[in-house]
């Protein structure tokens, strides 16, 4: 643990005041900057920034594989929730428009506690991180491979006792990921079919679209993993970063206004099998009775050789995930009413 330094000891009482007021407000990811040292212990408990358990390499892995799937960029945050600059920066970037978009288009956020220097010091070797010599926060930018992109000390982002949004932005700019050309992921998907025998499950999102990443994270967990990955070839179109994504989406739904998520199956030759478009619609991210039995119909029409019980078992997978969000929804409604009652009763 390197030792403070004057700069450090004068924003001291600065940052922990500005970290109490800030743990207060509702949390959004991502990133921080400027050197920091030795973390005093706090005298009372407060909701942390940084998640304290052991999963690190977990949450890292997972990042990993949605940067792979979007062609972001990992970017891991090294600090923990005693460093005010770490709590300033995020802060920034959380209410810095640019900075925000930027972050949701074209990062995977991770942000990975190192104690009192003295945590996930083994994950910090394996990416070259010496937050231990530089201060934290500390960044790690991440290609979609897992390799390493850069490490940044960020006192250099910083300017006139603050982080600096222009250094900020030049730095993710630099180390963003180049842009995917979408005819290319279409061509490769469908030469894919070819091959394989499977037809693709072509399917558009955008960063912004809730809806999307919450189809993406199904297809990508079990049972539908699995499933899906045994008679469709996956191609995911950005609309948004994608080079001429939107072009592709359009052509595909001839201009209507059918929302995203939207997919379409595609036989090797690129003729269209089945879509999204069910009887009420586009079903989205399948959720309701109907929007399901439409999916698995489409699925079914896209691929024969889908059995009864594979659709069953999609089909239970998704009605799962359904009653999981509405459980959620429910407790975070009842958080806070219980926030409220609090408040109210201390008035």
């Known amino acids: 643990m390197h030792r ?3 700069r450090h000891s004068i924003f001291a009482t600065v940052c922990t005041v500005c970290a109490i007021a800030f743990l207060a407000m509702p949390l959004t990811p991502a990133v921080a900057s400027a050197g920091q040292d030795a973390p005093a212990k706090p005298t009372t408990k407060k909701p942390g920034l940084y998640p304290q358990a052991d999963d690190a390499q977990e949450r890292i892995d997972a990042a990993l ?3 792979k799937a979007d062609n972001t960029r990992v970017m891991i945050q090294w600090g923990d929730d005693w460093c005010g600059w770490c709590i300033k920066l995020h802060d920034l970037c959380g209410s810095n428009r640019d900075l925000s978009r930027k972050l949701l288009y074209e990062y995977e956020v991770v942000l990975v506690p190192v104690g009192r220097f003295d945590r996930n ?3 910090a070797e394996a990416y070259q991180a010496d937050f231990k010599g530089n201060g934290v926060p500390f960044l ?7 390799s390493v992109i850069t490490n940044q000390e960020t006192g250099s982002l910083e300017a006139g006792g603050a982080h600096d949004p222009a250094k900020v932005m030049a730095f993710l700019e630099t180390n963003q990921a180049p842009a995917r050309d979408a005819a290319t992921s279409l061509k490769n998907a469908l030469a894919e ?23 993406e994270g199904w297809m990508n967990s079990e049972p539908a993993k699995s499933i899906l990955g045994r008679h469709l070839v996956d191609c995911k ?7 001429g994504g939107k072009a592709i989406f359009e052509a595909y739904t001839r201009g209507k206004s059918t929302g995203i998520p939207w997919f379409v199956f595609l036989a090797a030759d690129g003729n269209t099998l089945s879509t999204s478009d069910g009887p009420d619609g586009n079903v989205g991210f399948p959720s309701t009775d109907g929007e399901i039995a439409a999916f698995g119909a489409a699925l079914k029409k896209a691929d024969p050789t889908f059995t009864d019980a594979e659709l069953q078992t999609l ?3 998704l009605v799962a995930n359904r009653k999981a969000r509405e459980a959620q929804a429910k407790a975070a409604r009842e958080a806070r009413a219980a926030t409220e009652a609090a408040k109210q009763g201390g008035a």
């Open 65 to 67: 594989a949605r940067a």
């Open 237 to 243: 179109i950005d609309t948004d970063r994608d080079t």
């Open 193 to 215: 079919s070819k091959k394989s025998g499977h037809p693709v499950m072509l399917h558009f999102g955008a960063p912004w679209c809730g809806w999307c990443h919450r189809l």
């Open 315 to 317: 089909a239970e997978s």
């Open 140 to 146: 790690t930018v991440l290609a979609a491979d897992g």
């Open 121 to 123: 010091l083994d994950i």
């Open 4 to 6: 403070p330094t004057r």
